[in-house]
Structures are given as structure tokens and as C-alpha cells.
């Protein structure tokens, strides 16, 4: 029996050596996609659910890889964040999704994912401002999503953060919502715009009645504080009319409209299509 757990314990240390140079060859890879701008923006549509129309596009980044092709932010946002990568990429990302949001009309805004790594340095302030200028984006076109995560830090600094942004006149959106923890304390602490509700909950709409019961507490408390909701990942007709009836201010998933590339997004607000 003895032995047998050596061997096991082996087995786990070769496990985790094939693991630490997996990590080690994406973070090389990541390095080098980082210097020579590998990544691209796709953007999904937004529609508001009064009109119909169009209001925005969330901005969502890929990494077209020489060998994998197109990598999916979920494999390698978090590397990023864990060495710190995430800055200059953060970085291009805002300033690329500013530039492209400055082509479309002026009701039309562009939302861009702030990892809580960002929020972290001051370094972000800097990098909207000069996002902004540089495009010549007016500020309330550009929406900033950032989780719950950002607020459990709960730092004076990032208090003091997110009202620089918000007096420059940039949007803030609190993404994920409901995933987190005790997320109701944090619109007190803070005004946000706009509260995307998680998928998750979206997916349990039309099934289960805690999530139902969960949406709606949401969207009747953002209603009574002025805060527009978004509802993230419809998929179905069903789950659709039933974000509309819950009172669900804006849109955004498969069913509307799937992330796109920069000049779909511009066919589609050229030949727009209403929900
Ligand atoms: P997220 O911010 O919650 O973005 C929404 C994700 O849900 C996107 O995945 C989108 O493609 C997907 N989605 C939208 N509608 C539907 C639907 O109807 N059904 C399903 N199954 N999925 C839907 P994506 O693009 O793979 O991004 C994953 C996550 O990566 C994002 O989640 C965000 O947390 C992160 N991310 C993406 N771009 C950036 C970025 O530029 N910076 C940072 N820091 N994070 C990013
Ligand atoms: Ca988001
Ligand atoms: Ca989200
Ligand atoms: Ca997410």
C-alpha cells in the first residue's frame, strides 16, 4: 500500500510538471501575442427593449493565435491578470474599441470589460482618458463593465476610482450581476448605470421560479433607483418576452445577436434590425 501511494504521489507531481509548462508555454505565447497585437474585438449588439433598436455593442476580446486559431478570453484573461499582461492588453482594448465606437452614430455606445487587476492601478484612469482623446469618443458613449469582484475590495481608492470615471463622464455597468456576494450592498455604495443581470439566472427564467423571483427583485429595484438592466445571454423567444415583461431595460445574447466582427457591427447599425 505503501508503495502504491508513492506512486500516486508521483503520478500527481508529473501531472502538475505537464501543468506548470503548459502555463509557462501559454504565458510565452501570451507575451509575444501581447507585442505583436494578435488580439481582435468582437462586438455583440445591445438592443433596448422599448424601441427595439440598437443601442450598443459590448466589445469582446479574442486572440487569433498562428496556430490555434481564435482562443476564447476564458483561456487566457486569467493568465493575463497573474502576470500582468492584462494591462497593456486592457489598454489596446479600450483604445481599439473607442476608435471603432468614434465610426458608429452618436446615439451608439461601445461597453469594455475591466478586469479587477486594472482597477487596481491608477494606470487605468490614464488609459480612458487617452482611450477617449485620442478617438475623440465623447465619454458617455463608452460604458465600463466591471464585476463585483472590483468592489470587494473595497478600497477607498477604487470608491474614489470609479467617481473620477464617472465625473469624466464614462458609464459604469456592474456585470455579472448576482454571481457574486452580497451584491445589493454595493449599489449603495455606488451609482451605477446600468446592472447587467448573469446569464445564469436568464437561463432559469422561464424554469425555475427562484431565478424568476430573483430577476424580478432585480429589475424592480434598479427601476425604483433609475438604473437600466440588461439582460445577458437570452438565447430563446420565450426567455425574451419574458425579460421584456419582467421589465428588463436592454438585451444582449444569442438569440439578438452573436459577437461580431467590427464590419458586421457596422452592417448591422447600416441596415438596422430591431428586436
Ligand atoms: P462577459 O463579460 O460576461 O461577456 C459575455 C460572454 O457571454 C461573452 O463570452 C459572450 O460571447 C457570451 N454570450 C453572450 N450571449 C450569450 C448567449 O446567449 N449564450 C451564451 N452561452 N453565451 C453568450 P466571451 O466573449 O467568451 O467572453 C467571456 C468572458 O471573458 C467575458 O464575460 C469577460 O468576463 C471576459 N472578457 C472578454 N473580453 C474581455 C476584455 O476585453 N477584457 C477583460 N478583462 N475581460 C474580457
Ligand atoms: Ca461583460
Ligand atoms: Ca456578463
Ligand atoms: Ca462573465
Same mark, same amino acid.
Given at each position: 500500500?505503501?508503495?502504491?501511494?508513492?506512486?500516486?504521489?508521483?503520478?500527481?507531481?508529473?501531472?502538475?510538471?505537464?501543468?506548470?509548462?503548459?502555463?509557462?508555454?501559454?504565458?510565452?505565447?501570451?507575451?509575444?501575442?501581447?507585442?505583436?497585437?494578435?488580439?481582435?474585438?468582437?462586438?455583440?449588439?445591445?438592443?433596448?427593449?422599448?424601441?427595439?433598436?440598437?443601442?450598443?455593442?459590448?466589445?469582446?476580446?479574442?486572440?487569433?493565435?498562428?496556430?490555434?486559431?481564435? !482562443?476564447?478570453? %476564458?483561456?487566457?484573461?486569467?493568465?493575463?491578470?497573474?502576470?500582468? /499582461?492584462? =494591462?497593456? @492588453?486592457? &489598454?489596446? *482594448? +479600450?483604445?481599439?474599441?473607442?476608435?471603432?465606437?468614434?465610426?458608429?452614430?452618436?446615439?451608439?455606445?461601445?461597453?469594455?470589460?475591466?478586469?479587477?487587476?486594472?482597477?487596481?492601478?491608477?494606470?487605468?484612469?490614464?488609459? !480612458?482618458?487617452? %482611450?477617449?482623446?485620442?478617438?475623440?469618443?465623447?465619454?458617455?458613449? /463608452?460604458? =465600463?463593465? @466591471?464585476? &463585483?469582484? *472590483? +468592489?470587494?475590495?473595497?478600497?477607498?481608492?477604487?470608491?474614489?476610482?470609479?467617481?473620477?470615471?464617472?465625473?469624466?463622464?464614462?458609464?459604469?455597468?456592474?456585470?455579472?450581476?448576482?454571481?457574486?456576494?452580497?451584491?445589493?450592498?454595493?449599489?449603495?455604495?455606488?451609482?451605477?448605470?446600468?446592472?447587467?443581470?448573469?446569464?445564469?439566472?436568464?437561463?432559469?427564467?422561464?424554469?425555475?421560479?427562484?431565478?424568476?423571483?430573483?430577476?424580478?427583485?432585480?429589475?424592480?429595484?434598479?427601476?425604483?433607483?433609475?438604473?437600466?438592466?440588461?439582460?445577458?445571454?437570452?438565447?430563446?423567444?420565450?426567455?425574451?418576452?419574458?425579460?421584456?415583461?419582467?421589465?428588463?431595460?436592454?438585451?444582449?445574447?444569442?438569440?439578438?445577436?452573436?459577437?461580431?466582427?467590427?464590419?458586421?457591427?457596422?452592417?448591422?447599425?447600416?441596415?438596422?434590425?430591431?428586436?
Amino acid at each position: 500500500a505503501k508503495g502504491d501511494g508513492r506512486g500516486l504521489f508521483r503520478f500527481f507531481e508529473s501531472e502538475m510538471d505537464a501543468r506548470m509548462q503548459a502555463r509557462r508555454a501559454l504565458e510565452v505565447d501570451l507575451r509575444r501575442a501581447t507585442e505583436q497585437h494578435e488580439f481582435e474585438l468582437y462586438y455583440q449588439p445591445q438592443f433596448n427593449l422599448g424601441t427595439g433598436s440598437v443601442t450598443g455593442f459590448e466589445a469582446l476580446l479574442r486572440w487569433r493565435h498562428p496556430d490555434r486559431g481564435l !482562443v476564447s478570453p %476564458a483561456e487566457f484573461i486569467p493568465l493575463a491578470e497573474e502576470t500582468g /499582461l492584462i =494591462l497593456p @492588453i486592457g &489598454e489596446w *482594448v +479600450l483604445a481599439k474599441a473607442c476608435a471603432e465606437a468614434a465610426k458608429w452614430p452618436s446615439t451608439v455606445t461601445v461597453a469594455v470589460n475591466l478586469s479587477p487587476v486594472q482597477f487596481r492601478s491608477a494606470h487605468v484612469l490614464r488609459a !480612458v482618458v487617452s %482611450a477617449l482623446s485620442d478617438s475623440g469618443l465623447p465619454a458617455h458613449r /463608452l460604458e =465600463l463593465e @466591471i464585476t &463585483e469582484s *472590483v +468592489l470587494l475590495m473595497e478600497t477607498e481608492s477604487t470608491l474614489a476610482l470609479l467617481n473620477q470615471l464617472h465625473i469624466l463622464g464614462v458609464r459604469i455597468s456592474m456585470d455579472d450581476f448576482g454571481t457574486g456576494y452580497s451584491s445589493l450592498g454595493y449599489l449603495q455604495k455606488f451609482r451605477f448605470d446600468k446592472i447587467k443581470i448573469d446569464r445564469e439566472f436568464i437561463k432559469g427564467i422561464c424554469e425555475d421560479e427562484k431565478s424568476l423571483a430573483i430577476i424580478k427583485a432585480v429589475t424592480g429595484l434598479s427601476a425604483s433607483m433609475g438604473i437600466a438592466t440588461t439582460a445577458e445571454g437570452v438565447e430563446t423567444q420565450a426567455q425574451l418576452s419574458r425579460v421584456k415583461a419582467e421589465g428588463c431595460t436592454e438585451v444582449q445574447g444569442f438569440l439578438t445577436g452573436r459577437p461580431m466582427a467590427a464590419r458586421d457591427a457596422m452592417a448591422l447599425l447600416q441596415a438596422p434590425s430591431r428586436v
